[in-house]
């Protein structure tokens, strides 16, 4: 079989992997880059394409020359199959492009994410609806290929590898990973019953050189964070991406050993809420210390969507402005730019500390102004409080020494080179575009 890296080579985000034999083409994930292919120095911002034609896009480098995927672009035979691995926007966000008739391959649980998402945030999944749901270890056929879908411990929630077969070779792409999560048991298991016979190992490498940046566990932070707020007799806001659903557990988690309420905004309580897990931290599964938070700005959007629902049920259990007043400090609460409106009226403690909870080099972006002069103006302390959702180098070696691959070819890393420091001679380096036979 011939594999190509499209994208992501030699950079974190936009994958999209091409692999075909003679009959079949498939494709793995086709994420929007966080670099803008325009000019490597710049932050791809997807506004910036909002105007573009679709051959634009594939001009200037920003979609990736993949014939047969997009809609009403080339006659060639479409392609068999899209496989994502996982619902973030690195892996899935130029979706909306495709052909109608190329049908999507993800898991049930990203479904359900990049259902809430195309609620709530700008960016579309799109209007595709050919979707198939992988199970775990349940091979599919897909033409030419056999695919077995593993799930894995990420901070995506659903986030699936894929053993893939075919002409008697096997590529196991990894999809992010981690092995420090809340779900660190699907992590062990593969490295206990792994797929034998492994021929290419095409492994996310985020941290390869970011071996300076410690990890806790989920636990770890949990309790970290616990011992935090103690020292905080204010507020505590909780800035972090709403998809996280680990995260969001840890701070469930910690307020409720913190003797506090924990208040969801309405975006992550329907996230919550529709992935129907009795262990998730949702009002309507009992959880009676937790309430939600209704913000102008959402429940406009969901007007807009047609989902006034989406909020009106969450009546029963909304935190009212003169009700987070009397509850002073006793609080976690998300925070975000567009609910300082209801933030304020009720008042913000003095003593209140925001804890960041996401990779800290997006504080040097001007995104996080907001927050900064929000948490300057109350006199907020911001605390750091997150844990990579990718795996250390200690859990690549783990792998590689479990599936015992012929050869690496690192794909979602800044420093590809550096692979070989710890896998020596196996580390095929490619570049993107260029054809590999398997
Ligand atoms: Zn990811």
């Known amino acids: 079989m011939i594999l190509r890296i499209h994208r992501g080579t030699k950079e974190i985000g936009g994958n999209c992997v091409e692999l075909c034999t003679e009959q079949t083409r498939i494709i793995l994930d086709l994420g929007m880059p966080l670099v803008d292919p325009r000019d490597k120095t710049k932050k791809f911002e997807s506004f910036s394409v909002r105007r573009m034609t679709l051959p634009q896009m594939l001009d200037a480098g920003i979609l990736p020359a993949v014939k047969g995927l997009y809609e009403g672009h080339d006659d060639t035979k479409p392609v068999d199959a899209l496989l994502l691995s996982h619902p973030h926007q690195d892996h899935y966000g130029f979706c909306k492009y495709i052909r109608k008739d190329v ?43 056999k695919v077995t879908p593993y799930l894995m411990d990420h901070s995506g929630y659903g986030a699936m590898a894929f053993l893939i077969e075919a002409d008697g070779k096997k590529i196991f792409y990894t999809g992010d990973f981690r092995g420090h999560g809340r779900k660190s048991a699907l992590f062990d298991k593969l490295l206990r019953l792994p797929p034998s016979g492994v021929d290419v190992l095409l492994m996310e490498g985020t941290m390869v050189d970011r071996t300076e940046e410690g990890v806790d566990t989920e636990q770890e932070l949990e309790t970290k964070i616990v011992k935090e707020a103690r020292k905080y007799p204010g507020m505590k806001l909780i800035q972090c991406s709403g998809q996280n659903i680990d995260r969001v557990v840890t ?5 409720k050993r913190s003797g506090a309420i924990f208040v969801m905004d309405l975006y992550v309580a329907n996230v919550i809420h529709a992935l129907e897990r009795k262990s998730l931290p949702d009002p309507f599964n009992g959880f009676k210390d937790v309430q939600v ?18 909020y009106k049920r969450w009546r029963p259990y909304e935190m009212r402005a003169s009700a987070l007043k009397r509850a002073g400090g006793n609080v976690f609460i998300f925070y975000r730019e567009n609910s300082e409106p209801e933030l304020e009226p009720a008042g913000v403690p003095s003593g209140s500390v925001l804890f960041y909870s996401q990779w800290k080099g997006y504080m040097l972006e001007p995104s996080f102004r907001p927050t900064e002069v929000f948490c300057k103006k109350h006199d907020i302390a911001i605390v750091e409080a997150h844990t990579s959702g990718h795996a250390v180098v200690d859990d690549l070696v783990r792998l590689e020494k479990a599936l015992k691959p012929v050869k690496i070819i ?29």
């Open 410 to 438: 690192p794909i979602h890393s800044n420093s590809p080179e550096k692979y070989r420091k710890y896998f020596g001679d196996k580390v095929d380096c490619l570049h993107d575009g260029e054809l590999r036979e398997v």
């Open 293 to 310: 938070l209704f913000t102008k700005h959402f429940m406009k959007r969901l007007e807009q969507k047609n989902r006034p629902d989406w």
């Open 103 to 145: 049908p999507v391959y993800l898991s049930q649980d990203a479904n359900l994410m990049l259902g809430v998402s195309d609620v709530f945030l700008p960016t579309q999944f799109g209007v595709h609806d050919k979707r198939e749901f992988f199970q775990d270890r349940i091979p599919v056929q897909i033409g030419d290929f």
């Open 251 to 255: 701070f469930y988690r910690a307020a």
